[in-house]
């Protein structure tokens, strides 16, 4: 219980006279939270309305690849399913939440062929269908923002302003995909006209960029009604495919902005490793600016220190997170003389509570490095509020450099340094790319892929910009095979054996590669004794890839590790889903019967080499 008295002197700062008024504020405040951010339990359907008896919730969910629009189920909770019966459309899902501006936040599965979507404010579908392997997306396609609808435009012209995504980096069937929308809603006067279009301000799927920007012009095909609103319910399309969801996150962004208004500055010439005494100094230039901005008359080219004074304007309380960013040389922020951002370096952030007012804030910026521009950007989020810039939107960047990247339109080998998403550098990595858009990395060193991805090729100019340090990125969606690599063949005393972490005593060598007439490579190398060829190319259909091992003189004691994951499942003869149904192993032979086992944490997946071992890598 909250001791009043104690804390009565403080409170009286901030406008709180009594219990009564204060109970009020910590209402409010949990109030703004909660609606800012919610989570959709899914212990039940509660948070929609009125759901049809095709929407249900489960613990478990597994598609067949085989079987279009099949989904199975097991009991629990956590997961959203629609289950429509056999041909019989099912009914769409509203969310009782109703959101203008919003980030949604989600995960996926869909069964083989099926289609779904999302519909925002009930009007505006980002598509949700099986567009596995395609290489040339279209707006109907997955991610895809579908087209709008208009019945008197002349045959095959009815579908207008639907917008494909940049590339395809959808996953398989029973796979969960990731989805990230940043949705800003239509903006009306007060007398109700719209004054701005709805935008898509970004949509990532599986951790790809592919819609930024997009302008809706106005409600796409199927949408609940063809008007517009400043708030409307989720909508999930539910009367055409099988498909589940979890983990929904929706943030909505409902506050109103603060403001930061009567913006003086002084200029002071000259390097400034700490603050100065500014009663002592006389600066060299002052005036106001209609904001804050580095965009000011007097500003030196080289070293100098600008110090900024204003009001920050509160309209709600909240927790207010702001972000500093100076070009050059260190920035600081202080509001109500209270110091928020220290100085450190060309980025700062840092928090602070505050109540509905008026604060004063100071920002310095020193800048010391002859080369950079003058910029400066400050920006400032709260749970209900989308992070937003509060200063000069019109500001040099800090690098310009035009990216360079290589795409895949044949075979195509590069040679670099590359970072493993929640691993170490791989130094002597080789990309491989083709036309398929499936392409995959692998390590000289162990002597096996580790990892693979769907999209575009690589992103270069880590490894050639100016000095460079060597490195590629993949520009896809990456699945990762492991992000701790060892050597893919072991000699075991059994198959419970430890797997080594290093080389010795292996006898290792990698002997490169050869390409063939297409320029696909086959990679060798020695070890144990024995010639081992590592073959890989891309599954028909852009399914994945294929990998044959095959080894000279195989002992009884070598074991090829295929797959490492925090779980590994056999859903039928020969095949296995990897991880939180990250990706699907499937052997040539199913009678290989590989060994699932656990090690240190992980689960394994090995099999006793063979004269020549194949099997698919599915995602």
Known sequence: ???????????????????????????????????????????????????????????????????????????????????????????????????????????YLMAKGSNSGIYLQGRYEIQLLDSWGITAPSA?????????????????????DGHAP???????????????????????????????????????????????????????????????????????????GTVAFRNIVINNYSAPKPTLQDIKYSIYKGRFDKQPDFAALKPVASGTAAQLSPNITGLPDNEFLVRYTGTLSVKSAGNYGFNLHTSGG??????????IITPRGWDGNGNIELQPG?????????????????????????????????????????DPTDPILVTANENTVLRSFMDVRGGKRVVHAISV???????????????????VWRGEFLNTTPMWHDRGDGSSRPMGTIQV??????????????????????????????????????????????IYGTAVTDDISVLPENQGIHRTVTVAQPASDLYLRIAVGDSIEQVSPGLYVIGDKSYYVKMDDAKANPIIRNQNGRAELIVPVQAKTGYAVIF
């Open 166 to 240: 940049r590339q395809n980096v959808s996953r398989a069937p029973g796979l969960w995909q990731h989805m990230k929308i940043a949705f800003q809603a239509p903006r009306f006067d007060a007398a109700g006209n719209k004054i701005a279009d709805a935008v898509i301000l970004k949509l990532e799927l599986n951790g790809v960029t592919i819609q930024e920007n997009v302008v809706l012009s106005g409600p796409t095909r199927g949408a609940v009604q063809n008007n517009e609103v400043a708030s409307g319910p989720l909508r999930i399309q539910g009367d055409h």
């Open 140 to 160: 109907s396609d997955n991610g895809g923002i579908y087209q709008r609808w208009d019945d008197s435009k002349p045959e095959g012209q009815q579908g207008y």
């Open 1 to 107: 219980m909250l001791r009043w008295n104690k804390f009565r002197p403080k409170l009286k700062q901030l406008g709180v006279y009594d219990r009564r008024t204060l109970v009020l504020i910590l209402s409010i405040g949990s109030c703004q939270q909660m609606m800012a951010q919610n989570k959709l339990p899914l212990t039940d359907l509660s948070a929609f309305q009125e759901p049809a008896a095709n929407w249900r919730i489960a613990g478990g969910v597994k598609a067949d690849l085989q079987q279009n629009n099949l989904l199975q189920t097991t009991a629990g909770t956590g997961i959203l399913v629609n289950l429509p019966e056999k041909n019989a459309h099912g009914k769409d899902l509203f969310s009782t939440i109703q959101h203008g501006d919003l980030d949604l936040e989600l995960d």
């Open 358 to 398: 008026n604060y004063p804030v100071e920002v310095l910026y020193a800048k010391n490095t002859d080369w950079a521009k003058a910029s400066l950007t400050l920006s400032v989020k709260e749970a209900g509020i989308r992070e937003f810039v509060i200063s000069d939107a019109n500001v040099p960047a800090d």
């Open 433 to 451: 790319g083709g036309p398929a858009k499936v392409h995959y990395t692998y390590d000289m060193d162990n002597g096996l892929p580790i990892q």
């Open 481 to 526: 095979l492991t992000n701790q690599p060892a050597l893919a063949i072991e000699k075991l005393s059994g198959k419970d054996a430890a797997w080594s972490a290093d080389t010795t005593g292996t006898a290792y060598r990698p002997t490169g590669y050869a390409l063939d007439e297409t320029g696909k490579p086959t990679f060798r190398y020695n």
């Open 330 to 339: 260190p920035g600081q922020l202080k509001i109500n003389n209270q110091t």
